[in-house]
């Protein structure tokens, strides 16, 4: 889980730091930063870091990172989807359920995993009105709920 952090970290400080046109080249600049990880694993993680390319004004295309405002923008969207749709939360050992109001498990379940939870293996949304979260292994629903009050401070008991 803290290496996930510490690679998102990197991705965000080596993007910033250098002209990067490949998910290859970027793949070798983690390699040097001592990080080990698969095409996939990094194109999740672009894709969660809601990394895009921009023209360099040349010939070709960089990585670029979104701007603070915007990510906050969209983080705040994020968890206004979430307080808008959700009715409760329950637990039982690593398995959360969300109930939401008729017709907003999808976008529940969006908000969670755009929280990018380190705590959360995955969601599914329900057909109507509910959300199933899946835990870590020994992670609780206690952890679960103070991470969310963490990013979601409107956040109800």
Same mark, same amino acid.
């Given at each position: 889980? +803290?290496?996930?952090?510490? /690679? ?12 990067? *046109?490949?998910? #290859? ?6 390699? +040097? #930063? ?18 895009? +390319? ?16 915007? /990510? ?45 939870? *380190? ?29 969310? +009050?963490?990013?979601?401070? #409107?956040?109800?008991?």
């Amino acid at each position: 889980m +803290k290496e996930r952090l510490a /690679r998102l970290k990197a991705v965000r400080k080596l993007i910033k730091t250098y002209r990067i *046109e490949s998910q #290859e080249a970027l793949l070798g600049h983690l390699q +040097k #930063e001592g990080f080990m990880v698969t095409q996939a694993t990094l194109s999740r993680d672009l894709k969660l870091l809601k990394v895009g +390319k921009v023209s360099d004004g040349h010939n070709g295309y960089v990585y670029t990172l979104p701007g603070d405002d915007e /990510r906050q923008e969209t983080e705040r969207t994020y968890i206004h989807d979430f307080l808008r749709g959700y009715v409760s939360i329950d637990w039982a050992g690593n398995m959360v359920v969300i109930r939401t109001y008729s017709g907003h498990s999808d976008s529940v379940a969006l908000a969670v995993d755009n929280l990018a939870l *380190e705590d959360v293996l995955g969601t599914i949304s329900g057909r109507d009105n509910t959300v199933f979260v899946c835990l870590r292994e020994g992670v609780t629903g206690d952890d679960f709920m103070r991470h969310m +009050k963490e990013c979601i401070p #409107e956040l109800e008991d």
